[in-house]
């Protein structure tokens, strides 16, 4: 009985096996023939940037995004920023809305709730956020 359990255990690999290899003909390159690989890897850009780079980048253009409170944002902000509050029910799903594939600079008073916003955009698919750290509190042009 074992020797009839082994037998066709190895003729089951045998079939495994040989069912899985692939046939090669045609397949092979000439040598003047050019393999081209395209990587489908996503990438993504988070960074928290000082007043001067953030001044930088604005003027590359993209999105400015403000996500203080609107009380907050009544006694300044940067100019041309979109403000999405981010003590709004909504907040994730206004963020979600925003074009993954544009360049955007977050900011709010010190960095804390920016900082938490580029770490959620990030993981949303964005491909390029930046931080102002230190928020509007250390933004020099006020």
């Given at each position: 009985?074992?020797?009839?359990?082994?037998?066709?255990?190895?003729?089951?690999?045998?079939?495994?096996?040989?069912?899985?290899?692939?046939?090669?003909?045609?397949?092979?390159?000439?040598?003047?023939?050019?393999?081209?690989?395209?990587?489908?890897?996503?990438?993504?850009?988070?960074?928290?940037?000082?007043?001067?780079?953030?001044?930088?980048?604005?003027?590359?253009?993209?999105?400015?995004?403000?996500?203080?409170?609107?009380?907050?944002?009544?006694?300044?902000?940067?100019?041309?920023?979109?403000?999405?509050?981010?003590?709004?029910?909504?907040?994730?799903?206004?963020?979600?809305?925003?074009?993954?594939?544009?360049?955007?600079?977050v900011?709010?008073?010190?960095?804390?709730?920016?900082?938490k916003?580029?770490?959620?955009?990030k993981?949303?698919?964005?491909?390029?956020?930046?931080?102002?750290?230190?928020?509007?509190?250390?933004?020099?042009?006020?």
């Open positions: 009985m074992n020797k009839l359990k082994l037998s066709l255990y190895i003729l089951s690999i045998g079939l495994i096996v040989f069912s899985c290899s692939e046939s090669t003909e045609g397949n092979e390159l000439n040598n003047n023939e050019l393999v081209t690989v395209i990587s489908t890897e996503v990438y993504s850009i988070t960074k928290n940037v000082n007043a001067a780079e953030f001044e930088v980048l604005i003027h590359k253009g993209g999105l400015l995004i403000d996500v203080r409170t609107p009380g907050e944002v009544a006694n300044g902000a940067i100019e041309g920023n979109i403000n999405i509050n981010f003590n709004s029910p909504s907040f994730k799903s206004d963020i979600e809305k925003l074009d993954k594939n544009v360049q955007v600079l900011y709010c008073a010190s960095g804390g709730r920016s900082g916003t580029m770490g959620m955009m993981d949303m698919g964005f491909k390029e956020v930046y931080n102002l750290k230190g928020g509007y509190n250390g933004w020099p042009n006020k």
